[in-house]
């Protein structure tokens, strides 16, 4: 297992074991209490598994805001987040027996579908962090996005000072070469798709361009040309897919944090309409 | 034309300017991206020869080649003349004039003009394309909290909660039509307005649908009506629902037991309060809790709560339930007036000790149920009838009881109830159960019968059998009434005890005759027991598919006290309790009530003081639940 991933097992699983303990507690005590007018979370044990998520939610948000800024090393960080990803799994097992399976068109049920999109989400989060860090370095091959870029920068250059040697057709493919453009919107970043590249599209035609020239010089700075086209495309390609693996990191944190904070909103009401209408 | 063509370079991070200055020789100089042009600019936008520069009028003039354009003064043109002070664009590079020097023709400067930064820079982030997380969770919050805290809210702050002391009564009221409720702004409108004219506030709406969000789950049907009157039942915020807010619809029904006597029940708020058994927002048809925990929580060790109780522990219908003890007529007693003043008392049914009751009636159920079949009395005494249950037993409409048991309908086909004497031709229909007149119809009939004359009768005096309308002088008639009346005894005694009344039922003749010298007769009516176990609902018809003799062993039966109800095992062979998997239902609800009201130790209603308060409250001021 990668650096990255080494929160799943983190000091032996002790956080996914404590989680797996807890819930079979937490099914023993439901299976158990079998009260008047049915399992739900007005009961005794409803209320308590209710204390119980609640609880949950709040320290789980409060230990997401810590590890962020964590300053304690990476053996802090690591074993915070291990307990936040089974301790926040956890909740699903906590969640669902408070509410007895009893599910409704109302602010209780918003409540809890809010909790499972946040845990999704958190899930989503987890499978990034697994997966795509080794994605990033395989696609960088060792080599850094800074250099990738410089090197890019420099291509530009070479296209430049080329197209001097070479026809206004093969200018033109450089200035489309010129204007490759990395990242985008959110879809773009998103997908990392080089479908549109500018820079793939320019090699493509100082191809089909190269085939007319006769001139024995030209066709050298053709050549050269093409080889710095094919770089530059490539570089690209990659250094999109880059963007995309952070973008794919990044993206499920605008569930997860935002909706996070509209449960603790719905959960407040939650609970207060709980008691309101007692 | 000598050309002075002089370089201008900014250096890196200063505002100095290099000039470097190269000397051309030409008439006509190619401008152009091309290295082998004679003025290099290489730039990708600027095409491999885009310009010719030539001397022109009162300076140099640059003109477009193959259609390359030059931008001046804004403007992308073909050609442009170019004087000292005057500057051109092509692509990257500026092309200004300046006057020559001694040494050359004409002078231009070419400076490369950076392209200006981008104004947008491209997202690399996907944050930068996104509104800000802090914004959104902002927003989430936002919007929960209002929607569903303050717009309800905001509406039910402004509804009365009845005070404690308020007599609560009849909540129930019909839901407001959707079209009339007034809606939440509407209702903050009209407060605004009632207190900037200071007038009466209007009184808040009983519902605002966004109440239905705060639904925990759905109403049962039998309360479907209070679901849009929340405060019907929640009186006052943060407070449990009341027995108080239940009373004022239910203030009829029966206390189970009196919360007063049974000091260690009414120390657990939990047992004392209606929603301690019936949970209201889970559905179903009525919020009525069936498991046998609600009862058995208690029953299992009665003596816990209530240490003075009587009743046996109950834990499960199959595996701890007292026996069956059938409430039997024991005795009978007569009172001043006459009436029958039966003793009842409970006895568990055994199978190794029969129980015995004391009807009155004689009636061997197996001389009824003989498969040879019954031969009928009276007019009917040369049929036979092959009888079974039904013949005599129907049930009640409803289906769970029978109907009781109607001498005239149910027995009096083949009872009849005729006295025909010896030798007389006519009969006599006698009334059931009324053995005074009875014994009037048989004096009559003798007495009449002989002062009539022409009777043919073996014994009966002259005077008696004189031809009628043959005068009876005083002595025949003292002595055919006496031989009447000791006829009419004779038969009174055989009907009395043997034929009519004898047949069923046991009578007495009294000790001394009355003063008219007749023998009085009195005849013990059926006591029959309608419902031998009262604190239970038994019901038929869900055991129509049954024989009844499953369950009542009638064809084994001689006697009229035996007791025909079945003992417990024999409902355990289908009831097999509640732990059971495969049983009948076996819930203590299956066959008693909670709130029984018309049994001994049930006290009266819960809400005695309720309908009492209530009663008087009518008469005055009536506060309204919502109102």
Known sequence: ?278 | MRLSLITLKRRPDSEDVSRRETMLEADVFRVGRGSDMDVNLPDVNVAYHHATLSAGPGGLRLEGVGGALIESGGKMVDSVALRPGESCRVGAYEIGCEAPGAHADAAITLARVEAQARAYRTPQRIADTLPSRRRLSWLLALAALVLFIAWPLSVILLREAPSPDAVVVNAMVAPEKAEERAGSVATLVALGTSLAEGTEPPPAPLFTPMETLWLSGPMSNVHAGLAENCSACHLRPFEMTTNEACLACHAETANHFDVAKHASAADDPSLARCAACHKEHVGGESPIEEASSTCTDCHANLKAVASATELYDVSDFALQHPQFRPTLVTGVGTAVDGALLPTVARAPLDPKYPLSEQSGLKFPHDVHLNKEGVRGLGRVADKTWQMNCESCHQPQADGALMRPIEMERDCGYCHELVFKPDNLDVLRELPHAKPVEVQEIVHDYYGARVLEGGLNVPGAPESARRRPGEAIGLAGRAEGLDWAAEQAELELKRIMEVSLCGDCHVAQASAEPDSRGRTVWTVQGALLQRHWMPKSYFNHEPHFAMDCVSCHAATTSKSSTDVLMPPIENCRDCHKGEQAGASASSECLACHVFHADPYGPMSPPHGQAMVDRRNAAERSTVVRATQ
């Open chain 1, 1 to 278: 297992m990668s650096a990255h991933s080494s929160f799943l097992v983190y000091e032996r699983f002790r956080w996914f074991k404590r989680s797996a303990w807890l819930c079979l507690l937490v099914i023993v005590i439901y299976s158990a209490y079998a009260p008047v007018g049915g399992r739900n979370g007005g009961t005794w044990v409803g209320y308590g598994l209710g204390g119980l998520g609640l609880a949950l939610i709040l320290w789980l948000t409060w230990l997401g805001v810590k590890k962020r800024g964590f300053s304690t090393g990476a053996k802090g960080v690591k074993g915070w987040t291990s307990a936040h990803v089974y301790l926040g799994i956890s909740l699903v097992v906590i969640a669902t027996l408070h509410t007895g399976f009893e599910f409704g068109w109302n602010v209780h049920t918003l409540a809890y579908a809010l909790m499972m999109l946040v845990i999704l989400s958190g899930g989503f989060g987890v499978f990034a962090y697994v997966r795509y860090p080794r994605l990033m370095s395989q696609n960088m091959s060792g080599q850094s996005a800074e250099g990738l870029r410089r090197e890019s920068a420099e291509i530009d250059i070479r296209l430049q000072r080329l197209a001097q040697r070479l026809p206004d057709a093969f200018a033109g493919a450089a200035r489309e070469a010129l204007e490759t453009r990395i990242g985008g919107g959110f879809f773009q970043l998103l997908s990392g798709s080089s479908r549109r590249c500018a820079a793939a599209s320019a090699l493509a035609k100082a191809r089909a361009e190269a085939e007319r020239i006769t001139d024995t010089e030209q066709q050298i700075a053709a050549t050269e040309m093409i080889a710095a086209l094919s770089r530059k495309a490539e570089i690209s390609a990659r250094l999109r897919r880059d963007l995309s693996f952070k973008a794919m990191m990044d993206v499920w944190l605008w569930i997860h944090v935002p909706v996070t904070i509209g449960l603790i909103a719905t959960l407040i009401a939650h609970v207060l309409i709980v008691f309101f209408y007692w």
